[in-house]
């Protein structure tokens, strides 16, 4: 379980507004809906998100930002539409599925870069269940939510799956190597 870093009352309803816009965005491409107005001042703040869409509790599809670049309002209905039709290791997602797909929506905290000299100590200082992940090292980059400690609750080899996902080799490790944790406050349709 991810914790939730905002007080309650406050957490809930920034959460309740990011699932709507969310939906609102996947119920707009369909022709569902029109957007509604959310003239909250803090959607006009700068906010990475991740959206994540699940089908019968199986991932549908998951895209995101990891650092915050545009509006969060805008972060979020982009990553809702990203993660429905442009996630590439799902077809897009089917009028007929729209009804019972769920959201999730991450939002992420500033990256901070992790110094560590090699594997032994990121697994040392790496908080599972709490940290989300970024390796880069060149071109490759890729990036694990907090949330994915649930199937890969050990440190090595969420690692590995992670070093796998970005497109390095299998115990890739150089100097130019790159790694990042973020946290992620997440509420969930």
Avoid at 75 to 86: G, I, L, Q
Wanted: proline fraction near 10%.
């Amino acid at each position: 379980m991810i914790p939730v870093r905002s007080a309650p009352d406050t957490a809930d309803a920034r959460g309740q507004v990011l699932l709507s816009i969310a939906r609102e965005s996947l119920l707009t491409a369909f022709g569902r809906a029109l957007g509604a107005p959310h003239p909250e001042p803090w959607l006009d703040e700068p906010g990475a998100t991740f959206v994540t869409l699940r089908l019968s509790g199986e991932l549908r599809g998951c895209v995101g930002s990891i650092r915050a670049y545009r509006p969060l309002r805008d972060d979020v209905h982009s990553n809702a539409r990203a993660a429905a039709f442009s996630d590439t290791r799902f077809p897009p997602l089917a009028r007929s599925e729209l009804d019972a797909v769920s959201l999730e929506v991450s939002l992420l905290s500033e990256p901070d870069p992790l110094p560590v000299r090699d594997e032994e100590e990121l697994c040392r200082v790496l908080r599972p269940g709490v940290d989300g992940v970024i390796l880069e090292c060149h071109d490759c980059r890729g990036t694990f939510l907090p949330q994915v400690w649930e199937q890969l609750p050990d440190p090595r080899e969420f690692l590995a799956h992670l070093r796998h996902k970005a497109g390095l080799p299998p115990g890739f490790w150089h100097n130019d190597l790159r790694v990042w944790r973020y946290t992620v406050t997440k509420w969930e349709e």
